[in-house]
């Protein structure tokens, strides 16, 4: 029997109705446009719209806030139909933008607006003082993955471990938790053998920096060094296929990298720097 995990997510009732979730799933959201978190497409106008499951006038990103407010209410079979129908519909290449997809998984947590320990002082501050509650998303989500394991969909389990390797380290830092950060370094990684799968060049360098800055939040500097390293050495293999015109996002998480190896690690700062800055530090400066 799946675990029910009611506190901090149950509502009076359900907001639509489950032949309605199965509906809104199959509009296949991840082939519809964005602007910002919510979806802009033509083809919204023709569906009839269905109460509760738009914000602002717009239906948000993707199915998984109606999902994430729905599994309370799901049965055992029909979370699983639910999985099922959501992984027909993942994506199996990785596209140009990440953002309804990275929306999709981040409503499934509940998180319906960008946070997390690391965004900022304010952010961190505010998850501390809340319940981080994810048991019943993570039942969900691992049913999800059991789905696209199965269709070998290399991209969706990048992106979901990805996810879950983020909220572990809030958890870590947050609660001071080092047996979740171990779970989220190996999250990480796994992410990246995924990546190397679907050739998703972004998540070879992403998980490496990510990985660097929860494990300097959590105050484990030889660790952060390290990833912070690894960072820019697969930046430097692929930069070419994933930021070709040099894009400020990246750019930024490059120079950050570089900056706190240089304070971090006085033994080899000079020889690391020196020898990438030709392929990296230069064009990214």
């Known amino acids: 029997m799946l675990k029910r995990v009611l506190k901090n997510i149950k509502l009076n ?21 964005m602007k910002r978190n919510s979806v802009r497409d033509d083809r919204l106008n023709n569906i009839k719209k269905i109460e509760g499951a738009d914000y602002g006038g717009i239906y948000v990103g993707s199915p998984g806030r109606d999902i994430y407010h729905m599994l ?12 099922d129908k959501v992984s027909e519909k993942f994506p199996k290449i990785p596209p140009k933008t990440y953002v309804n997809v990275a929306a999709f998984i981040r409503f499934l947590y509940g998180q319906f607006e960008k946070q997390g320990a690391l965004r900022s002082k304010k952010d961190f501050e505010r998850m501390k003082k809340e319940k981080l509650e994810w048991s019943l ?5 691992r049913l999800l993955i059991e789905k696209l394991k199965k269709h070998n969909n290399y991209y969706g389990l990048c992106m979901l471990n990805e996810m879950e390797a983020h909220r572990l380290g809030d958890e870590a830092v947050i609660n001071k938790n080092g047996n979740k950060l ?15 799968k679907c050739n998703s060049y972004k998540h ?56 706190y190896i240089e304070k971090n690690d006085k033994d080899d700062r000079i020889n690391f720097k020196n020898k990438y800055k030709k392929c990296i530090y230069s064009k990214f400066k």
């Not at 009732?13 to 199959?26: M, V």
């Not at 050495?233 to 570089?258: C, D, I, V």
């Open 13 to 33: 009732k359900t907001h639509i109705t489950y032949e309605q979730l199965l509906e809104i799933i199959s509009w296949n959201i991840f082939s519809m446009k």
């Open 72 to 83: 309370p209410y799901l049965s055992n079979d029909q979370m699983k139909e639910v999985a």
């Open 137 to 141: 998303s993570r039942v969900f989500l």
């Open 182 to 196: 171990k779970e989220m370094e190996k999250m990480y990684l796994k992410t990246i053998k995924y990546a190397d």
């Open 204 to 259: 070879m360098f992403s998980m490496y920096y990510w990985a660097s800055k929860y494990f300097a939040k959590f105050g484990d500097v030889q660790k952060s060094v390290v990833y912070a390293k690894l960072s820019i050495k697969n930046a430097s293999k692929y930069y070419r296929k994933y930021f070709p015109t040099g894009e400020r996002y990246y750019s930024e998480r490059l120079k950050n990298s570089f900056l």
